[in-house]
């Protein structure tokens, strides 16, 4: 079946570093990838998504490219800021209503 | 704004109670779905609906229920067959349940704590 394998956090990055959480994915077809947000005892928020290979999702500063070739879809950051500081979820969209969840990634950033 | 209403925020049961996880909708969408999350588990999905007047199982359905009457509410019921109901419950929503690209809009959570 479709699975959704995200770095183990935490990670804890200084204020405006360079973020990467790496996301892979196993799934049959073609599905639709995305990365949600969630902050402290918020639900999740769609950050970006991509719907097919080698489209590129973007939002606030974040970016995710779809690689089918090496079936990952990673979040990047070029400078990330304290408030960016949440559990982040890669996930998968592979049919009818099948939607697989990463376990998360929490990122800390201290000023 | 449109978005999805979870109520209460807190919620806390007693052993051998049966609890009411309230979720609205004002999106107009027609699929709803609940899931549970627990540290380090990421979110599982414990039943799904598409439309009104119907509901599937998820992956953890056993000890819950669900009734979906009208489109905007899909409200969860933890009952005392579910051993381990201590959680963070969430709902979503989407336009339609063919695995929309546009994502799933969530509402805010109910954190269920058994005392």
């Known amino acids: 079946g479709d699975s959704v394998t995200q770095m183990e956090g935490p990670v804890t990055l200084s204020e405006e570093a360079f973020l990467t959480i790496n996301c892979t994915y196993t799934?049959?077809?073609?599905?639709?990838l995305f990365w949600y947000v969630q902050y402290p005892g918020e639900g999740l928020q769609l950050l970006l998504k991509?719907?097919?290979?080698?489209d590129k999702g973007s939002n606030k500063g974040f970016e995710a490219t779809y690689r089918k070739e090496t079936t990952s879809f990673h979040l990047e950051k070029g400078s990330v800021q304290v408030s960016d500081s949440a559990v982040y979820f890669c996930?998968?969209?592979?049919?009818?209503?099948?939607?697989?969840f990463g376990t998360g990634t929490k990122l800390q950033v201290i000023p | 704004d449109g978005g999805i209403t979870q109520s209460p925020k807190y919620l806390f049961r007693k052993e051998g109670q049966n609890v009411t996880l309230s979720c609205e909708q004002n999106l107009n969408h027609d699929a709803m779905y609940w899931y549970r999350q627990d540290p380090g588990q990421g979110l599982r999905l414990i039943y799904y609906?598409?439309?009104?007047?119907?509901?599937q199982k998820g992956d953890i359905a056993e000890g819950y229920s669900v009734s979906r009457e009208k489109k905007e509410s899909f409200p969860l019921t933890v009952t005392s067959a579910q051993k381990n109901p201590t959680a963070f419950y969430l709902c979503?929503?989407?336009?339609?349940?063919?695995?929309?690209?546009?994502?799933?809009?969530f509402g805010s959570g109910t954190r269920l704590t058994v005392v």
């Open positions: 991509a719907t097919k290979a080698d």
């Open positions: 799934a049959t077809g073609y599905p639709s």
């Open positions: 979503a929503s989407s336009i339609d349940g063919k695995g929309d690209a546009r994502g799933y809009t």
């Open positions: 996930a998968l969209s592979g049919g009818y209503q099948k939607v697989t």
């Open positions: 609906s598409q439309i009104v007047n119907d509901f």
